[in-house]
């Protein structure tokens, strides 16, 4: 009997976890998700204002987006250099700039589609194609790198017009701004940034 109620805990363990990995969200779905919540913002922007469409944005930003990991890439070799504490506040700053940008920029409707096309696997990672078609039906190409790091897929990378790497471009910022004066500027500059696109 004992050895029936252990394999009856492994099993329902197993049921448990499977799960858990079918509720988990694939590529696709976490940019989905994140489409639905900028559309309704774009849809409701007056209502909503600046501050409103931040608040909607700014936990699925941290969820959708690994901003732990871009900060990291972000700021390159000085990273292992940083103590916890300045690495929280970068990537506390860094989410902060990402979702006030999705909150100026989406900041109205106009009949807009926000459109997933596929996925295209990539070395350890995953390409999901999106287009958002303009009002008068021109296509705006933006691709995102998702990565599975063991507890979502989450985003990585974005490409825009299909090939740009916003990262690559937010690393040569933020290097140029380390080089000069420092973390503590990196993380003012990105705070102040995200302040004023709010007002």
């Given at each position: 009997?004992?050895?029936?109620?252990?394999?009856?805990?492994?099993?329902?363990?197993?049921?448990?976890?499977?799960?858990?990995?079918?509720?988990?969200?694939?590529?696709?779905?976490?940019?989905?998700?994140?489409?639905?919540?900028?559309?309704?913002?774009?849809?409701?922007?007056?209502?909503?204002?600046?501050?409103?469409?931040?608040?909607?944005?700014?936990?699925?930003?941290?969820?959708?987006?690994?901003?732990?990991?871009?900060?990291?890439?972000?700021v390159g070799t000085s990273w292992s250099g940083l103590t916890p504490d300045k690495k929280q506040e970068l990537?506390?700053?860094?989410?902060?700039?990402?979702?006030?940008?999705?909150?100026?920029?989406?900041?109205?409707?106009?009949?807009?589609?926000?459109?997933?096309?596929?996925?295209?696997?990539?070395?350890h990672a995953t390409l999901v194609k999106s287009e958002i078609v303009k009002s008068n039906g021109e296509p705006?190409?933006?691709?995102?790198?998702?990565?599975?790091?063991?507890?979502?897929?989450?985003?990585?990378?974005?490409?825009?017009?299909?090939t740009i790497s916003q990262l690559a471009t937010r690393r040569s910022e933020f290097a140029s701004i380390m080089?000069?004066?420092?973390?503590?500027?990196?993380?003012?500059?990105?705070?102040?940034?995200?302040?004023?696109?709010?007002?």
């Open positions: 009997m004992k050895l029936f109620r252990h394999y009856g805990f492994v099993f329902g363990l197993v049921l448990l976890m499977a799960g858990r990995a079918e509720a988990a969200p694939g590529p696709s779905e976490v940019i989905r998700t994140f489409y639905d919540v900028l559309l309704d913002n774009m849809k409701n922007a007056q209502a909503l204002g600046i501050k409103g469409r931040y608040a909607k944005l700014e936990p699925v930003v941290f969820t959708s987006f690994d901003v732990p990991f871009m900060s990291r890439l972000s990537v506390k700053a860094f989410g902060r700039y990402i979702a006030t940008t999705y909150a100026t920029q989406f900041d109205g409707y106009s009949g807009e589609q926000l459109k997933v096309d596929g996925e295209q696997p990539v070395k705006i190409q933006i691709n995102y790198l998702l990565h599975d790091n063991d507890q979502r897929w989450q985003i990585r990378d974005i490409y825009l017009a299909g080089k000069g004066q420092g973390i503590d500027k990196l993380i003012a500059v990105l705070n102040e940034k995200a302040d004023a696109l709010q007002h």
